[in-house]
């Protein structure tokens, strides 16, 4: 007998050793608390996500998290959701298509395939047949709902070339009950313990279900999912790791999910549980431990120990009982004093070495996270003083699931809607201490009413009192920054242009530019309402962060800024200006010290300091303080002078023997473009009023764009007046440039595209002509200008250049010709907008330069007896009748960027066989593109085998959504493909 008892003796103590090696390692976690997890830098690049949720009778949350998914703080269009509706006997998949999703119903009568590891295999299979362009996926569980930034926080992982990644699980009904209670903190412990410490020490990480992030190109390598195991989650990450690629964990992507709220439902979950990562451990523990000998990273064996757990719990539940009992009537028998030493030590073990242990590790995770939990303490007490009971019913019932297979039951759902989660886990400023949300609308509106005291905007808040739409679009979001910099509406809130939206994003450029040892910025402006009021705002700030500032004594054109900025070798320009929108806008554009546009890594670095400014706390002295003592310089006219002589050195002939009708639309265009006009040699300049002189609320002219028709009335009937053979028109910021040709006894609207062509014949052959035309020119265009230019082109050898839309990427272009010292080998650079730039003197389209050359192509051709439109059309004979038409559809506020973004989303899923009749022969998403060295942007090509295109690009700065229409046939087959792109657009996005 004494033998027997040695004998269990040494087998308990052995069990018990190997017991304090797994908690030995967790509390070795516990203690390393202090160490941060590994950070991902702000990615400049965003990546394409397809995010699948698996949902069998998920009816009563599905809907809400999708709510959720789809208010994601990212590009809209950068990310598409996949529901599997599994078996479902419910409306779950109706409520799914109703918000949004793509649905997958699957239906499977083999009770053994109905668990969530044949769902995820069958959502794969038919993602990767249909709709395989994504850089990631992301797993959600249907009641799961992730925080505004869990895309944006896994796209920095991603950038920075994690394959896979868990985030921190929080819970959203963790003060339901106490089950619930107990449930979350351990979940919330295991990612602040677990999840942080492995960060810190680089160490893989097991992945859960909710939220786990996974390369597309994993996916593609096995083929879909084939991990079908009860624990799927933690096979797939074991195995993986198993074969060399390491998960990892990015603290700042939070996801909310449900807990069980009684006992029975824990008890199932804790069984399914058991049943998986049991068969885990046998399937891949053993290899981990062998690839820790092989390889001795420690990695493998803290994955080995953590599975180990299972089977230690198992062992343990069945062995611990069952020797103690029989420890203690066996020596109360025998020994009674012995019997009483085993109940002591048994409770001063479960007291001292359990349960305190555990409740001091809840306390713990409550104190270090309690910004994340969101509940008040006194909410959590219990569930700290309970938390010991969780692993004694984790334990149980992991115990059972090893032992008998358990079948999948509906878990109860908590009843925390969407607008709650919002409310009680987003509404402050802060959820967590180092991640910044959006508060919601009316408390913004509130703050702006406690805070504002300019007289004018508060004025306007008070107007808004009663209007819950109009505070809605005022406040539903901050204007986005990007490389167009700012655009809005005037008028009162964080979504609108005013003194305090200007100050904010001048004090985060101001910061951005400190911290590059940035010294000195220049500022012009335009006609529009304000424009002078935000210039003078911005220098202010600019003046009161140190940074010496040059601003022009009046309005000025846009390109002016591009020159002002390379003349001053000024570090940062900024142009205040909404270029050719309607009077109600206003803006605020960026250029690097090259006088371009920021880029968009620039672009984005100042994103992140912009963020972080509270408008209300930028202080600054008066304009004329900063002025008087010089760190704010007014420019001189020698500048100006500079900038006319760069644009007249452009020149190719004298303009003599034509007549100009000139409108400046209100613009900044009023006095440079007539001077260069007469530089030149026009005589006859005839101007439009009341269109010839500045002002911001452009009374004749409501939409003041030179590519609009209805801006040219007033100026064609000038011209008729006056018998003048060409009208120019300038928009107010005088960068885009339009005109009409006499045609007869009437006068023809030429296209942006028509200019374009007609400027590189012009250019390119006049430049052969007087031997100035550089051998291998260039000419830079935008992927949504017309073909026909490069067929123009290649006559003279050209090298031609099809950039993305935005002048910034011809100036790019022009940049890197420059740093080979071949800056002279451009030629032209132009947009179908109506943009065109002529010479590196600037880096944006110039409507000064392109005003003077056309002059000077009229005349040309005019001393040949020939117009412009006759020159088109012989330009069309050579070559073939190119017809375009641009389509744009407006989305305005809150409702409208939804709208637009779930009509693009949609687009995507389901691209077009034909147009018109013709076949699609070639499809081009340039957010995931890898054909041309371009940077990803939100544009969708569609070209046909008989040349038939359509282009469909959201706009950067408006609440638009741009079409652009190709058709290259005869004129009367033209017309009808030009109808059917129209009348498809109608359809698609109505």
């Not at 995507?908 to 060295?933: A, I, W």
């Amino acid at each position: 007998m004494e033998t027997f008892n040695y004998v269990l003796f040494i087998i308990n103590y052995v069990i018990i050793a190997l017991f304090m090696v797994a908690l030995g390692l967790q509390i070795i976690y516990i203690l390393l608390f202090f160490l941060p997890a590994k950070k991902y830098p702000k990615a400049e690049e965003k990546k394409r996500f397809g995010i699948i949720i698996c949902a069998r009778n998920e009816a009563d949350v599905i809907g809400a998290t999708l709510e959720t998914i789809f208010k994601q703080n990212y590009p809209r269009e950068l990310f598409d959701v996949f529901v599997v509706a599994d078996n479902c006997t419910d409306n779950t998949a109706e409520i799914a298509r109703q918000k949004g999703a793509t649905v997958f119903e699957r239906f499977d009568d083999d009770p053994s395939h109905r668990r969530v590891s044949y769902a995820l295999k069958y959502g794969f299979e038919n993602i990767l047949k249909d709709y395989d362009n994504y850089d990631a996926f992301i797993r959600f569980d249907a009641d799961n709902f992730p925080h505004p930034d869990y895309i944006t926080k896994m796209n920095d992982a991603v950038c920075s070339g994690v394959k896979l990644a868990r985030g921190y699980n929080n819970s959203k009904n963790i003060t339901q009950n106490i089950i619930s209670s107990i449930s979350g903190l351990w979940y919330i412990r295991d990612s602040r313990f677990n999840g942080q410490t492995r960060s810190a020490l680089r160490l893989g990480q097991l992945m859960s279900g909710p939220g786990m992030t996974i390369s597309a190109e994993i996916i593609r390598k096995n083929g879909g999912w084939i991990d079908m195991g009860f624990c799927e989650d933690a096979d797939f990450s074991l195995r993986e790791l198993n074969e060399g690629t390491k998960a990892e964990y990015v603290k700042d992507a939070i996801v909310y999910e449900d807990q069980p709220v009684s006992l029975k439902d824990t008890f199932r979950r804790n069984m399914r549980m058991g049943r998986g990562l049991n068969t885990t451990f046998r399937k891949h523990g053993l290899r981990a431990l062998g690839k820790f000998f092989t390889t001795f990273k420690f990695t493998y064996l803290d994955m080995f120990i953590t599975e180990l757990f299972v089977p230690l719990a198992c062992v343990a539940c069945l062995w611990f009982p069952a020797y103690y009992i029989y420890d203690f009537v066996y020596k109360l028998l025998t020994d009674y004093a012995a019997a009483m030493l085993v109940l002591d030590m048994l409770w001063k073990i479960l007291v001292f070495a359990y349960a305190i242990p555990f409740i001091a590790q809840a306390l713990l995770v409550c104190i270090l996270d309690r910004k994340r939990i969101k509940a008040p303490f006194y909410k959590l007490l219990p569930g700290i003083i309970l938390f010991p009971l969780f692993m004694i019913f984790y334990a149980l019932g992991i115990t059972l699931g090893v032992l008998f297979k358990p079948k999948w039951k509906a878990t109860k759902r908590s009843a925390v809607t969407a607008e709650q989660f919002t409310k009680e886990f987003l509404g402050e400023n802060n959820l967590s201490g180092d991640i910044a949300i959006n508060m919601s609308y009316m408390e913004k509106y509130g703050l702006w009413r406690e805070k504002v005291t300019d007289g004018k905007i508060s004025e306007q808040l008070s107007a808004m009192e009663n209007d819950e739409k109009a505070k809605e679009n005022a406040f539903y979001k901050d204007l986005e920054f990007g490389t167009g910099g700012l655009r809005g509406e005037i008028g009162a809130g964080t979504n609108c242009l005013n003194v305090y939206t200007i100050a904010k994003v001048t004090q985060g450029v101001a910061d951005c530019m400190k911290s590059h040892g940035y010294k000195t910025a220049a500022i012009a402006y335009d006609s529009r309402i304000n424009s002078d009021l935000f210039a003078r705002r911005a220098a202010e700030v600019f003046a009161s962060n140190g940074i010496k500032t040059y601003i022009t004594r009046e309005l000025m054109p846009t390109p002016f800024l591009s020159f002002l900025t390379r003349e001053k070798k000024a570090d940062i320009g900024v142009m205040i200006t909404a270029s050719h929108n309607p009077a109600k806008y206003n803006g605020y554009k960026v250029y690097g010290s090259d006088g371009c546009q920021l880029t968009d890594a620039a672009a984005n670095e100042m994103t992140g300091f912009i963020e972080k400014v509270n408008p209300f706390e930028v202080i600054t002295d008066a304009f004329e303080n900063y002025s008087a003592n010089g760190i704010i310089e007014t420019v001189d006219d020698g500048v100006e002078e500079k900038y006319l002589s760069c644009v007249e050195s452009r020149s190719l002939m004298r303009a003599d023997g034509i007549k100009i009708a000139y409108t400046p639309l209100n613009g900044t265009g009023y006095r440079l473009v007539p001077e260069m006009l007469k530089r030149v040699g026009v005589a006859e300049i005839f101007p439009v009023p009341p269109q010839d002189k500045p002002d911001g609320n452009f009374a004749t002219c409501t939409y003041p764009n030179p590519e609009k028709a209805e801006a040219l009335e007033l100026g064609l009937c000038v011209a008729k007046e006056c018998g003048a053979d060409l009208l120019i028109a300038t928009d107010p910021d005088a960068d885009r440039m339009g005109i009409a040709v006499k045609n007869g006894d009437d006068y023809a609207l030429m296209t942006g595209n028509e200019v374009g062509v007609l400027l590189t014949d012009f250019l390119f052959s006049v430049r052969k002509e007087n031997g100035t035309l550089p051998e291998k020119p260039v000419l830079v265009k935008t992927i949504v200008s017309t073909a026909l230019a490069e067929k123009v082109a290649a006559k003279y050898d050209a090298e031609v250049f099809d950039v993305l839309t935005g002048f910034k990427y011809i100036g790019d272009v022009i940049a890197k010709l420059e740093k080979r010292g071949e800056e002279d080998r451009f030629v032209l650079g132009y947009e179908e907008s109506y943009g065109y730039l002529s010479g590196s003197y600037v880096r944006d389209k110039d409507a000064v330069v392109a005003s003077m050359l056309t002059a000077e192509m009229a005349a040309y051709y005019k001393k040949q007896g020939k117009t412009l439109v006759d020159r088109i059309r012989e330009i069309y004979a050579e070559y073939g009748t190119y017809e375009h038409k641009l389509v744009s559809k407006e989305y305005p506020g809150a409702e409208g960027n939804a709208r637009m973004k779930e009509l693009l989303a949609n687009l995507r899923n389901n691209l077009p066989d034909t147009l018109s009749g013709s076949k699609v022969v070639k499809t081009v998403d340039y957010l995931t593109q890898t054909e041309f060295d371009l940077p990803k942007s939100n544009v969708l090509l569609f070209r046909t085998e008989d040349g038939t295109q359509l282009i469909v690009r959201p706009s950067g700065t408006e609440p638009l959504i741009k079409f652009y229409l190709t058709a290259c046939k005869t004129p009367e087959e033209n017309k009808v493909i030009l109808q059917n792109l129209q009348e498809l657009i109608n359809t698609l996005f109505a």
